[in-house]
C-alpha cells in the first residue's frame, strides 16, 4: 500500500495532482448553477464549442502555446453562447434544439481543421488532438498555476454573486422584479461555463469535460436540500475525483487521467444514487418496506376488530 503513494513523490505527479483536484472543485462549484438552470447540455456544447477555436488559435500562432490556446477556446465558447442565445429568442427554437445545432457545428468545424492540420507539415507534431480526450500528463508548472488563479476565480465570483445566482437559478421572474439584471447575469454564468470549460480541455479534453461539469452537482444534489451545502458538496467531489483519478491513473500504467477523474466523479454519483440518506434508492426503498408493513399491520388488525365486532 505504501508504495502505492511513494508514486507522488515525483513532482510532475504532484502538479497534475494539484491541477486535477483544482478542476474538479472549480467545475463542480459553477456546475452546480447550471445544472439548477437546466443548462446541463451548456457545458457539453460548449466544450464541444472551444475545439474549433484551439485550432485556429494554433494555426495563426504556429505554436502550441497554452495561452493562444485558451483564448482562442475561450473566443469561441462566447461565441457559441451568444449564438445560443439568438437563436433561442429569435427564433421558435427551444434551447435543447439551439444546442445541439451549435454542438454538431462547432464540433464539426473543429474536426474539420483539425484533420486539415494534422495532413499540413507540422500536423503530426501539434498535439492537437490530445484536446479531444485530454492529456494530463502533458500538463506543466504553468498550467497549473493558470488552473489554480482561474478555479480560485471562479469560486470567488460564485461566492460573491451567490446571491443573484440563487435568484437566477429559483425564480429568474421575481430576480427580474426585484430589478436584478436577468439576460446579464445570465450570459455572465455562461461565459463562466466557459471560462471552466477552457481551463480543463488540456486535462479532460473536449467531450468529457461536460461529465466534470455536472456529475459532482448532480450526486450533491441526492445529499441536501440547501443550496449552500450542493454548492460545497459538488467542489467537494470534484476535487476528490480529481484526486482518485490522479491516484489510479499514477499506479496504473497506459490509463489516462482525464477519463478516470470522469469515472471516478460516476462512481460518486452511482453511491450518491444508492446511499443518499433522503434521495438515494435504498433509504426510499426502505421507507417502502416500513410503510408496506405498517399497512399490513393496521390491515391486520383492522380484520381482527371486524371479527371482534361480529362476534
Excluded at 93 to 118: N, Y
Excluded at 262 to 284: D, E
Aim: hydrophobic residues 55%; glycine residues 10%.
Amino acid at each position: 500500500m505504501l508504495d502505492w503513494f511513494t508514486i507522488f513523490k515525483d513532482p510532475n505527479t504532484q502538479w497534475i495532482l494539484l491541477g486535477c483536484m483544482l478542476l474538479g472543485l472549480g467545475s463542480g462549484v459553477i456546475g452546480s448553477f447550471a445544472y439548477l438552470r437546466k443548462q446541463s447540455l451548456m457545458g457539453d456544447a460548449l466544450s464541444h464549442a472551444a475545439l474549433p477555436g484551439v485550432c485556429i488559435a494554433f494555426m495563426l500562432s504556429g505554436s502550441k502555446s497554452i495561452l493562444f490556446f485558451l483564448i482562442g477556446a475561450a473566443a469561441a465558447g462566447v461565441i457559441a453562447t451568444f449564438g445560443i442565445s439568438y437563436i433561442t429568442r429569435h427564433t421558435r427554437i427551444k434551447q435543447d434544439a439551439a444546442l445541439a445545432i451549435v454542438l454538431s457545428v462547432f464540433f464539426g468545424l473543429g474536426i474539420v481543421l483539425l484533420t486539415r492540420i494534422q495532413h499540413s507539415g507540422s500536423g503530426n507534431q501539434s498535439g492537437l488532438d490530445t484536446f479531444l480526450f485530454g492529456q494530463a500528463a502533458s500538463m506543466m508548472r504553468s498550467d497549473v498555476i493558470t488552473m489554480t488563479v482561474i478555479s480560485f476565480s471562479l469560486i470567488a465570483i460564485c461566492s460573491l454573486l451567490f446571491k443573484e445566482f440563487k435568484l437566477l437559478s429559483f425564480d429568474p421572474d421575481f430576480a427580474r422584479g426585484l430589478g436584478y439584471p436577468v439576460a446579464l447575469l445570465d450570459q455572465f454564468l455562461m461565459l463562466l461555463i466557459v471560462v471552466a470549460v477552457v481551463v480543463g480541455i488540456q486535462a479532460v479534453g473536449v467531450v468529457l469535460m461536460a461529465a466534470l461539469l455536472i456529475t459532482p452537482a448532480v450526486s450533491a444534489r441526492y445529499w441536501t436540500e440547501r443550496l449552500g451545502v450542493m454548492v460545497f458538496l459538488a467542489g467537494l467531489f470534484g476535487a476528490f475525483s480529481g484526486l482518485a483519478g490522479t491516484f489510479v491513473s499514477a499506479n496504473v500504467n497506459k490509463l489516462p487521467t482525464g477519463p478516470l477523474v470522469v469515472l471516478a466523479a460516476t462512481l460518486l454519483f452511482v453511491i450518491s444514487l444508492l446511499a443518499a440518506p433522503r434521495r438515494g434508492v435504498i433509504s426510499k426503498l426502505l421507507v417502502f418496506i416500513s410503510a408496506r408493513g405498517k399497512i399490513r399491520r393496521e390491515d391486520a388488525s383492522l380484520r381482527v376488530e371486524g371479527r371482534n365486532t361480529f362476534k
